[in-house]
T-cell receptor, first 112, second 112 residues
Framework: DQQVKQNSPSLSVQEGRISILNCDYTNSMFDYFLWYKKYPAEGPTFLISISSIKDKNEDGRFTVFLNKSAKHLSLHIVPSQPGDSAVYFCAAKDSGTYKYIFGTGTRLKVLA | NAGVTQTPKFRVLKTGQSMTLLCAQDMNHEYMYWYRQDPGMGLRLIHYSVGEGTTAKGEVPDGYNVSRLKKQNFLLGLESAAPSQTSVYFC???????????FGQGTRLTVV
């Protein structure tokens, strides 16, 4: 039973446009949500996060939105750059066990 | 500051052989995790530890054992390797509570 779902395996966006990556979750015990970026042959690197008590967090070109009632979060990248091409993982932290549960990832390709 | 270091980076095992993957972190983090990454499956939690001397099962623990004898080290063991354990293994650590998990660079394991 997948608790964190990323239903889009891939996404292609033109350089300069907005990239929107989506993530859904099922567990109400998640209190912290994160986005990681992963390049081939490297470990995932932290990108941005949001606490469950907030609905938006912004860091430069990256904004994460959280809709608790829908159990949905999204990552917006504006403007998208070719260097943003990578696999993006959504993750959620369980407040009881401190486990980080990851989604299956979305491969973003930004076209120049 | 090395962060999270995994040893080895690559390994080829024959079915039935055993091995241990080592993870070391120098950030004084309480929490450590072992994940495996497989195509289309994202990052799946194998085992984790909330402190020295403690371990707990994650989503896919079967066929693996772990030990956390020292706070800075988290070992992942395969007692009798199987081809299904061919994967890329990532170790991570975190402070717990809020905050992100930091990942190592990964170990690519092939079981033939």
């Amino acid at each position: 039973d997948q608790q964190v779902k990323q239903n889009s395996p891939s996404l292609s966006v033109q350089e300069g446009r907005i990239s929107i990556l989506n993530c859904d979750y099922t567990n109400s015990m998640f209190d912290y949500f994160l986005w990681y970026k992963k390049y081939p042959a490297e470990g995932p690197t932290f990108l941005i996060s949001i606490s469950s008590i907030k609905d938006k967090n912004e860091d430069g070109r990256f904004t994460v939105f959280l809709n608790k009632s829908a159990k949905h979060l999204s990552l917006h990248i504006v403007p998208s750059q070719p260097g943003d091409s990578a696999v993006y993982f959504c993750a959620a932290k369980d407040s009881g066990t401190y486990k980080y549960i990851f989604g299956t990832g979305t491969r973003l390709k930004v076209l120049a | 500051n090395a962060g999270v270091t995994q040893t080895p980076k690559f390994r080829v095992l024959k079915t039935g052989q055993s091995m241990t993957l080592l993870c070391a972190q120098d950030m004084n983090h309480e929490y450590m995790y072992w994940y495996r990454q497989d195509p289309g499956m994202g990052l799946r939690l194998i085992h984790y530890s909330v402190g020295e001397g403690t371990t707990a099962k994650g989503e896919v623990p079967d066929g693996y054992n772990v030990s956390r004898l020292k706070k800075q080290n988290f070992l992942l063991g395969l007692e009798s390797a199987a081809p299904s354990q061919t994967s890329v293994y990532f170790c991570a650590s975190s402070l717990g509570q809020g905050g992100e998990a930091f990942f190592g660079q990964g170990t690519r394991l092939t079981v033939v």
